[in-house]
């Protein structure tokens, strides 16, 4: 399955962004499908996770301002992100069966 990223950009601090992951195939069987960020020069950290069933884990530092969802209708996993920080900064992948995207920048500013 390819995924494809989107709806990232700059936006200040306090602000909102959803971001969206198309997937190429049906998502349906899909169980598990999550949502990691890198920062510049970090590693790769995991942000969201939802399996089949809608059950979802957050990262502390997102908890109560994130929310992961998925549309199998659509064949599309999302990333809702409230309340904003600078150090919610980076390139955003959605993640499936192994397979990642090639990410969606992510810019909060101060």
């Known amino acids: 399955v390819q995924m494809v990223e989107s709806g990232g950009g700059l936006v200040q601090a306090g602000g909102s962004l959803r971001l969206s992951c198309a997937a190429s195939?049906?998502?349906?069987?899909?169980?598990?499908m999550a949502w990691y960020r890198q920062a510049p020069g970090m590693d790769r950290e995991l942000v969201a996770t939802i399996n089949s069933r809608g059950n979802t884990y957050y990262a502390d530092s997102v908890k109560g301002r994130f929310t992961i969802a998925r549309d199998n209708a659509k064949n599309t996993l999302y990333l809702q992100m409230n309340s904003l920080k600078s150090e919610d900064t980076g390139t955003y992948y959605c993640?499936?069966?192994?397979?990642w995207g090639k990410g969606t920048l992510v810019t909060v500013s101060s």
């Open positions: 195939e049906s998502i349906v069987n899909i169980n598990n």
């Open positions: 993640a499936a069966r192994g397979n």
